[in-house]
Nanobody, 123 residues
Framework: QVQLVESGGGSVQSGGSLRLSCAAAAGYTYTMAWFRQAPGKEREGVAAIDQKGRTSAADSVKGRFTISQDNPGNTVYLQMNSLKPEDTAMYYC???????????????????WGQGIQVTVSS
């Protein structure tokens, strides 16, 4: 059973930056992703990366957020720049054992989930 542990969340003012980290343990993962969920809203995909380094990202974060990895399949990062109040949410790391032709940002495509970490952006 893969275990995912997130770190790096917190509070920042609008325009600031944060870097989230996610470490995977006790299993094999091929594709890893970040999702977020704001109160009263559905969970949405933010960005994803596979072991070959292919990535996908939501339109709302393109040009501001960057997903990267160390030791593919084990550690993934989300560098968040130019943060906006609407980026405020609980951020979740997710992982799948599978290769995808088009790297998905749908929650249902990911099997393993972290506990989540809060990101709060104040105006």
């Amino acid at each position: 059973q893969v275990q995912l542990v997130e770190s790096g969340g917190g509070s920042v003012q609008s325009g600031g930056s944060l870097r989230l980290s996610c470490a995977a343990a006790a299993g094999y993962t091929y594709t890893m992703a970040w999702f977020r969920q704001a109160p009263g809203k559905e969970r949405e995909g933010v960005a994803a990366i596979d072991q070959k380094g292919r990535t996908s990202a939501a339109d709302s974060v393109k040009g501001r957020f960057t997903i990267s990895q160390d030791n593919p399949g084990n550690t993934v990062y989300l560098q968040m720049n130019s943060l906006k109040p609407e980026d405020t949410a609980m951020y979740y790391c997710a992982a799948s054992r599978f290769w995808f032709r088009d790297i998905p940002l749908r929650p249902t495509d990911y099997t393993y989930w972290g506990q989540g970490i809060q990101v709060t952006v104040s105006s």
